[in-house]
């Protein structure tokens, strides 16, 4: 019996009726040799695949899982609602508690609406500001991830001209950049998008220059166009009120999903009282958006990341892991670099071009029970301990020396 002996007979057999094996940002296929395609149960920060490798998790499911996995809080809460009923024939008294729960926990929010995934939101926020500025153009960062639809996607596999014809791009943290754009939008300007920090695949993060977030909020006011902050991927790990309230700069519109029910599909749309009409104006809803479980879930999961102060134990996680990679590479006489906040990291080797490094560390430390990755950034939740980082960074000891053994 090989090691991953089941995982390799699953996707053989998906590979006969799925196309391509699997779609979309999961496709183990994109990840260094060795990490597994198919999972048996998670709990906590620990993943165990369908051959029985257990190992600490830092992808958090690329993000929805914010308090650990199975959190019992959240699954009761499920389960309660699940006993009344999840789809029907329209929502659950939990729709109105979880509506008012955002407004009260997110300053910039006067409403909100729910949807299933973050390209549903981002989706919404640009169609409402349309909607409320009777115009057309959208401007948002280059190579900014807004999800998976025509308008945004960053494949242009199947996608025409016309989908992207109203959509300008602005340099992210490059005011000039912004400006231009706005110049070009030409007195059409509906939105501006951005997102919580700068992200991109395979680059250093950058978090927002507050010259910048100014700059933006100026411009949204001289135009009449709607600032739209895309919080799917940072929300409810930075600052529970939405990732740009330090900076003081308030959005219009934003968009949520990932951590907001901790693993149950859920999104939202959040935005001030003068865009209350255009999201009433707009058609938006889909089969499964008022189904109640994935409610009362997100429900919990606010609950408990106030009172446990979410953000700052990530934050604090992040840091213990970040501090060991930095003392990790020095011992190995590696150079590496750290971006982004420490609940969402990201460690890239120096002079990593192709990710050899990167990729030989990831498969090394996952041998030894950490499952970290080498381009995207990383996620902490709230169920990982000082001692859970501990042993994840004895398992990157192992990825460090493979790293180092690279030539
Ligand atoms: N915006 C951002 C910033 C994201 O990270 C993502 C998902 N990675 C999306 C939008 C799209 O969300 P979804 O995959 O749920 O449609």
């Known amino acids: 019996q090989l090691p991953n002996s089941r995982d390799a007979a699953l996707r053989r057999r998906a590979g ?41 998790d830092f992808m958090c499911s690329w993000g929805p899982i914010v ?161 739209i902050l895309d919080d799917v991927r940072a929300g409810f790990r930075l600052d529970l009120g939405g990732s740009w309230e330090p900076l003081g700069i308030r959005p219009d519109l934003a968009a949520w999903s990932k951590a907001i029910a901790n693993g149950h599909a859920l999104s939202a749309v959040t935005g001030a009282e003068r865009f209350r009409d255009a999201a009433a104006g707009i058609f938006t809803t889909g089969s499964f958006w008022c189904a109640a479980v994935p409610m009362a879930a997100a429900f919990a999961t606010l609950t408990e990341l106030r009172r446990l102060d979410g953000p700052a134990h990530m934050r604090a996680m992040g840091e213990r892991l970040r501090a060991g990679f930095e003392a990790g590479a020095a011992r190995h006489g590696l150079a590496i670099r750290q971006s982004g906040p420490a609940q ?17 560390f990831c498969a090394a430390a996952l041998r030894a029970g950490a499952y970290f990755h080498p381009k995207h950034n990383m996620f902490l939740s709230c169920a990982h301990t000082a001692a859970d980082i501990d042993l994840a960074l004895q398992a990157a000891e192992a990825g460090f020396a493979a790293a180092a053994a690279i030539g």
Not at 21 to 35: I, V
Not at 179 to 194: K, R
Not at 344 to 358: H, I, Q, S, T, V
Request: glycine letters at 10%.
């Open 16 to 56: 006969a009726v799925i196309p391509g094996g699997l779609w979309g940002h999961l496709d183990a296929a994109r990840l260094p040799a060795g990490y597994p395609q198919y999972y048996q149960r998670a709990e906590g920060c620990r993943l165990t695949d369908v051959d029985g490798h257990t190992v600490i």
């Open 67 to 227: 308090l650990g996995h199975r959190n019992p809080a959240v699954e009761e809460a499920a389960a309660r609602q699940a006993a009344q009923g999840d789809a029907m024939n329209g929502p659950a008294v939990v729709l109105v508690e979880l509506a008012e729960a955002m407004v009260a926990q997110i300053p910039a929010a006067d409403w909100c609406l729910f949807e299933k995934n973050g390209t549903d939101a981002t989706t919404a926020c640009v169609t409402i500001a349309r909607a409320g500025t009777g115009r057309r153009k959208i401007l948002a960062a280059r190579g900014s991830y807004h999800g998976a639809a025509p308008w945004c996607s960053p494949s242009l596999v199947g996608v025409t001209a016309e989908d992207r014809a109203h959509v300008l791009h602005y340099e992210y943290n490059d005011i000039a950049s912004l400006e231009n754009a706005v110049d070009q939008a030409d007195g059409d300007l509906a939105g501006i998008l951005v997102a919580a920090f700068r992200h991109d695949l395979g680059r250093d993060q950058e978090m927002p220059d507050p010259a910048f977030a100014r700059r933006l909020r100026e411009l949204a006011d001289q135009t009449g166009a709607a600032l």
């Open 344 to 360: 969402m990291p990201l460690m890239l080797f120096e002079g990593d071009a192709d990710f050899a490094r990167g990729n030989a």
